[in-house]
């Protein structure tokens, strides 16, 4: 069973930074091949992609966060982050971290996870942590 929990949220003015964490538990990164991705969503919006970690490590990013958001993973790869800087009132919203999986003998080359990917494509859902700038 795979669990996803989100952390780090909170109220910070803007030009802040804030630094999300997803403590993710139950995968099984011997039998499959995951990626996982951060998603932010505003009442009444679709929840639109913000970062995205490949299964080799390859990051990517909505043009909204690039150069201001960094995300990354702890080396046992079971806790996944987002660090914000330089925040804007604009990038208030509720923030979902998700991870998709692949069993490994239907991988052919790295899982993507890009920033642009679609959300039918994962999985497993935490349930999101608020930031309000």
């Known amino acids: 069973h795979v669990q996803l929990v989100e952390s780090g949220g909170g109220s910070v003015q803007a030009g802040g930074s804030l630094r999300l964490s997803c403590a993710a538990s139950?995968?099984?990164?011997?039998?499959?091949?995951?990626?996982m991705a951060w998603f932010r969503q505003v009442p009444g919006k679709e929840r639109e992609g913000v970062a995205g970690?490949?299964?080799?490590?390859?990051?990517s990013y909505a043009d909204s966060a690039k150069g201001r958001f960094t995300i990354s993973q702890g080396n046992a790869k079971n806790t996944l982050y987002l660090q914000m800087n330089s925040l804007k009132p604009e990038d208030t919203a509720i923030y979902y971290c998700a991870a998709r999986r692949l069993a490994r003998p239907f991988l052919r080359g790295p899982l993507r996870c890009l920033a642009t990917q679609a959300q039918g494509d994962f999985s497993d859902w935490g349930q999101g942590t608020q930031v309000t700038v």
């Open positions: 970690i490949d299964s080799d490590g390859s990051t």
């Open positions: 139950g995968l099984t990164y011997s039998r499959h091949a995951i990626c």
